[in-house]
């Protein structure tokens, strides 16, 4: 299968909080990623989109209660830095770890994601996406661009997550052609989430999910390929 052509060759990530100040505090200082823009997503919902390499951190910051919700299988946050190398935690309890470029072959940014069968994955991953497979000693690493999924069987690993509550709850891949990169990720056994929409002049988006249920974004972004068609 051949590889989904990224219309950005990095991948973002998302979270949902009620807890701005501390997070925006504690990702821009103690982290070290600037705040890019602010992006009004709805009635009750900014997101605060902070850049890591290229990448968006996406803080959604909801007016109503974010539920607690039982985790996704999206375990951590890893980005390359000039940094010391060390483990955080949020304050929202979202684990990061700086770590030196060349890690487990981590260049820029990886998620580290627990899953219940690593063999269901890596079909996953090889045929929706067509990510080239490297060497992770862990379990199996999937190149996404200039970022790393890294995946580690668990066989209590989360199945299902709702997609709204704490902690990291999704990723997105940015693509030129969201119907396209929808039909091809559910004829290779992906589920359906969301069917393709449009977000006014911003962009047109879907969701699907990985065999463990995690949330998977595909956004056609207007700022990014230039049209919506």
Known sequence: MSEMKL?????????ATNNLESMRDFWQKDVGVPLDHV??????????????????????????TVPDAPPAGYLELLVASDKQPQSLVDPDGN?????RPGV??????????????????????SEAFGFPERPYDKGLAFQAGEG?????????????????GKGWRYITFQVFKVD????????????EAL????????????????????WIELSQRASIVGSLD
């Open 7 to 15: 219309a950005k060759p990095r991948f973002d990530i998302g979270l």
């Open 39 to 64: 992006l009004k997503v709805k009635r009750g919902q900014n997101q605060h989109r902070h850049d890591v390499m290229g990448s968006v951190l996406k803080i959604n910051h909801f007016e109503e």
């Open 95 to 99: 684990a990061v770890s700086l770590v």
């Open 104 to 125: 487990d072959g981590i260049s820029q940014i990886a998620v580290r994601v627990g899953v219940r069968d690593l063999a269901a994955h890596k079909r996953f991953y």
């Open 148 to 164: 790393l999924i890294l995946l580690e069987e668990d066989p209590s690993a989360p199945s299902d997550a709702e997609f709204r």
């Open 180 to 191: 396209d990169e929808h039909k091809r990720v559910l004829d290779a056994g992906g589920r």
């Open 195 to 214: 069917a393709p929409v449009t977000l006014g002049k911003t962009a047109r988006i879907s969701m699907v999910r990985d065999p463990d249920g995690n």
